[in-house]
């Protein structure tokens, strides 16, 4: 009773869906288009959840070595352990003012050489202090645990490797190794191995050794008083341009300012040609997809036409005809839409918790494929697939206009 209600266009919309292509060529085909459309929804979330995973996971790896901003004193030297900053600077009593800073942390950079009995080795280590926020870093530890900073020594022993370190030297934590700290005069300092780890990023693993910053001051004869730099840190990293501009414009004169973006813009610039990738893989799928719809509802047409011809002898308008086969269209479009999205989430939830598909990280920089979990691109997908598949469904329906009821009624 309820159906005699609804509107013309949508009661044999409804008889159309309930009573027809059962057993025709065309219910297989209709199967095949929402088969299509789902698999193309499913591949491009994909495509958006390993190409997050990949960005986030690597712009992680970068940002537990580098602040988002790194401020040292310009002196126009290369060396990577420059000149100090004040610990008490002008920028840092009006950094407070500037919006969108998470935090700044000191540090200082020096290089030295590990030798052991058998082997030696160059590395730059990084001092940080107890103030560093460690959450970034821990995920790269392999083995041991993190720098400690007792306030009861003048500064810590510890040392924190790169497994190729590791590696190369022989050693493991607990293990100690003398570092030989090239100056005038040079000066050695027996360390613990407290932690190894591990990023896929030769930029650090070949090089970037972590140790208290406490050391590298008291190398320097700095006191606590001189740092090597600033690494500021950004609530929201997409805003690095707007905040670095007024960083830039608030800091002291005599400093100097590079972003992580300009630092490591290999890395950057990967990015941006993953992305281009990605939206290309996006604008194939959706034609695709677009032109399956159309050819269905073609053939749909085509196997109704002694319908048509009938409801247009019954006074039926051409375009009441077309929101009929619309619907029908916007139907497997639906069911397309929920299959994809099904398929996306189970195909992801089993890599993100079982890493089925594991990656070379010598090549990937990881050993699993990542998964992001970005909700975005859940609403992303649907909506172009419905605004590109949804308009490509009003382009067959115009063919209705052509078809006369005698002629079709005549057509079997």
């Known amino acids: 009773m309820q159906s005699k209600q609804l509107p013309f266009v949508w009661l044999v919309a409804l008889r159309l869906q309930e009573n027809g292509y059962r057993g025709s060529f065309s219910a297989l085909v209709a199967r095949i288009a929402i088969g299509s459309i789902g698999l193309g929804v499913a591949i491009m979330i994909l495509s958006f959840l390993i190409f997050e995973g990949f960005k986030h996971t690597i712009e992680n790896k970068i940002f537990s070595f580098a602040g988002h901003i790194r401020l040292t004193k310009f002196d126009g030297n290369n060396s990577p352990e420059g000149a100090p900053l004040p610990t008490n600077s002008f920028f840092l009593k009006n950094a407070q003012q500037i919006p969108g800073l998470e935090r700044i942390e000191f540090y200082s950079q020096k290089s030295a050489l590990l ?26 530890l392999i083995a041991g645990r993190f720098l400690h900073f007792p306030d009861s020594v003048p500064h810590s022993s510890d040392l924190i490797i790169s497994k190729r370190m590791a590696h190369k030297l022989k050693l493991e934590p607990g293990d100690l190794v003398t570092a030989y700290f090239i100056q005038n005069p040079p000066r050695a300092r027996k360390l613990t191995i407290c932690g190894i780890y591990q990023t896929g990023l030769e930029d650090f693993d070949e090089l970037v050794a972590l140790a208290d910053n406490r050391m590298i001051q008291q190398l320097n004869r700095w006191g606590d008083s001189l740092t090597g730099g600033y690494e500021i840190y950004l609530r929201d990293f997409a805003q690095l341009p707007q905040i670095a501009e007024k960083v830039y414009n608030a800091m002291d004169y005599y400093m100097q300012m590079e972003t992580v973006e300009s630092r490591y813009a290999h890395f950057f610039d990967w990015f941006v040609m993953l992305s281009r990738n990605v939206q290309l893989v996006l604008t194939i799928i959706l034609a ?48 397309g839409l929920l299959w994809g999205n099904l398929l996306a989430i189970v195909l992801a939830g089993l890599q993100y918790y079982f890493h089925l598909i594991p990656l070379n990280p010598e090549n990937y920089y990881m050993n699993t494929v990542p998964i992001w979990w970005d909700w975005s691109a859940f609403v992303l997908v649907n909506l172009l697939t419905v605004v590109v598949v949804g308009a490509a469904l009003l382009m067959p329906t115009l063919l209705i206009t052509r078809v006369t009821p005698i002629k079709a009624i005549r057509f079997s």
């Open 115 to 140: 030798k052991t009995d058998q082997e030696v080795t160059g590395i730059l280590i990084k001092g940080i202090d107890k103030s560093s926020d460690s959450s970034r870093f821990v995920r790269n």
């Open 288 to 335: 695709v997809a677009a032109f399956n719809t159309i050819s269905i509802l073609v053939i749909l047409m085509m196997e109704r036409t002694q319908m048509i011809g009938l409801l247009k002898a019954m006074g039926a308008t051409n375009g009441q005809i077309q929101q009929i086969f619309f619907l029908k269209g916007l139907r497997i479009l639906s069911r």
